[in-house]
C-alpha cells in the first residue's frame, strides 16, 4: 500500500464528486559498468529488481520491459530500480490500488466542497440518491468505493446521465492521478500529443493511465525521459511528484533569494498560475529588481521565465546570468538543484508531509533495491 499519492492528490478528484452533486541521456549514472560487469540482459535487470512478493511477475517485467523500449531508455539497473522505487511507494504494485475507508473520505469531502460551492449538502446527497447504470444508486456505489477507479467511473456514469453533471463539470474527471504509477492524466495527454502513444486505445489516453501497462509507460517518461542537471536521482523523484524540473527550478529560485536577499517560496514554480505581466509572482518581482545588474528587460525576463517548465530554460540569460552572479557572489558554484519546498495536501494525509519527504522516501527505496542487486 502506497504511503501517499503525489502532490496533486486524486482527491482534489472528489471535487469529481462534488461534481457527481451538483533523457534519458542525462539519467545519472552510480558507476561506469565495463564489459566485465554490464549485465547480460535487461530482461534479467528486471527480474532482479522486481520484489518477491510481487505478483504475475512476468506480466509485470514484460510492461516495463516495453514501456523503456518503446520510450528509448536503456533499462540500466539504477533506471530500473529508480521505476521500481516510484512504483512501490505509489502502489506497492498493485495496478488499482485499493484505498481503506475510501467511502468515507469521499462523503467528506463531496460535504466540504459542496459548503464550498454553497450548494445544501442535503441537495447533493438527494442526487446521489439516483439510480445508477448498475442498478445500484450513487450514493452506494460511494460507500462501497475501493479504488479511483471505482470513483472514476461513478462520476463518468453520472455526467453521461445526469444533464446538470455534464452542464457544470463538461464532463472533466477531477480523478487525475491513475495507475500504479499514479500519473498524472495531464502529463500524459501532453506527452501522447508529441509522442504518439505505441499501444491500441480502447477509450481514450486517460483511460489508458489506468491500464498497468499504461500507467508504467507514462511514468517512466514522466521519470526519465527528460534531460535535467541533476547530479543524484533524488531530484527526479521529486520532479516526480511535483513536475518536472521543479528541482532545478527551486534551486533558480534559491540563487535569486541569494542574490536579492528575500526570502522566496523555493517552490518551483516560476510564474503564477494566470501569468499576468501585470501582476508578477513572488519569483518575478524578485528577478525584476535585479534587472539593471543583469542587464535585461522586465519583458525578457518574463519570456526567459516562460521556458521555466522545458529544458529551454538552462539556455536563457535570465538563468545563466543568476548563477554566473550567484556563483560569483558566494565564492563557489551554488546548488543547481534543491528539494522544492512543496506541503502535501489531501484529504488521506493526517500528517505534515512534503515534497521533499517524497523524495528521500522513493530515494531510500532506489538505494535499498540497488543494494539488494548487488549483493
Not at 108 to 136: C, N
Not at 308 to 321: C, H, I, M, P, V
Not at 369 to 375: A, F, I, W
Amino acid at each position: 500500500m502506497r504511503d501517499i499519492a503525489p502532490r496533486r492528490s486524486p482527491f482534489a478528484l472528489l471535487s469529481a464528486l462534488l461534481a457527481l452533486a451538483s533523457l534519458a541521456g542525462c539519467f545519472p549514472e552510480r558507476g561506469t559498468e565495463t564489459p566485465a560487469t554490464k549485465p547480460a540482459l535487461p530482461q534479467a535487470i528486471i527480474n532482479a529488481a522486481l520484489p518477491p512478493t510481487v505478483s504475475d511477475r512476468a506480466g509485470w517485467a514484460a510492461d516495463l520491459l516495453s514501456g523503456f523500449d518503446t520510450l528509448g531508455i536503456e533499462p540500466n539497473r539504477e533506471r530500473v530500480c529508480a521505476v521500481v522505487a516510484v512504483i512501490e511507494q505509489e502502489s506497492g504494485f498493485h495496478v488499482d490500488p485499493v484505498i481503506p475507508n475510501l467511502g468515507a473520505i469521499a462523503w467528506r469531502e463531496i460535504d466540504v466542497r459542496a459548503q464550498r460551492a454553497f450548494i445544501p449538502s442535503s441537495l447533493v446527497h438527494s442526487v446521489l440518491q439516483l439510480k445508477s447504470s448498475t442498478g445500484r444508486s450513487y450514493s452506494e456505489r460511494i460507500d462501497h468505493a475501493r479504488s479511483e477507479r471505482e470513483l472514476s467511473d461513478i462520476y463518468e456514469d453520472f455526467i453521461a446521465a445526469v444533464p446538470l453533471g455534464r452542464t457544470l463539470f463538461a464532463e472533466s474527471n477531477p480523478i487525475r492521478t491513475r495507475g500504479p504509477m499514479q500519473v498524472n492524466v495531464a502529463f500524459a495527454e501532453q506527452f501522447a500529443a508529441h509522442k504518439p502513444y505505441p499501444y491500441p486505445v480502447k477509450l481514450s489516453i486517460a483511460d489508458e493511465v489506468f491500464t498497468r501497462r499504461g500507467s508504467l509507460y507514462f511514468g517512466i517518461a514522466h521519470l526519465l525521459d527528460y534531460a535535467a542537471p541533476y547530479d543524484r536521482t533524488l531530484y527526479r523523484f521529486a520532479d516526480y511528484n511535483a513536475g518536472q524540473y521543479a528541482s532545478r527550478n527551486a534551486a533558480f529560485q534559491s540563487a535569486v533569494a541569494r542574490l536579492t536577499k528575500t526570502a522566496l517560496l523555493e517552490d518551483g514554480a516560476l510564474l503564477p498560475h494566470d501569468n499576468n505581466l501585470e501582476n508578477p509572482g513572488g519569483t518575478e518581482a524578485a528577478v525584476r529588481t535585479l534587472r539593471g545588474r543583469l542587464n535585461l528587460s522586465e519583458r525578457a525576463m518574463r519570456s526567459d521565465l516562460e521556458q521555466g517548465k522545458a529544458q529551454d530554460f538552462e539556455q536563457t540569460a535570465l538563468y545563466q546570468r543568476v548563477f554566473n552572479a550567484a556563483d560569483l557572489q558566494g565564492g563557489h558554484r551554488v546548488p543547481r538543484a534543491i528539494l522544492p519546498q512543496i506541503e502535501l495536501h489531501s484529504p488521506k494525509i493526517a500528517r505534515k508531509l512534503s515534497t521533499a519527504w517524497y523524495a528521500k522516501r522513493v530515494d531510500e527505496r532506489l538505494n535499498r533495491c540497488l543494494s539488494e542487486k548487488s549483493e
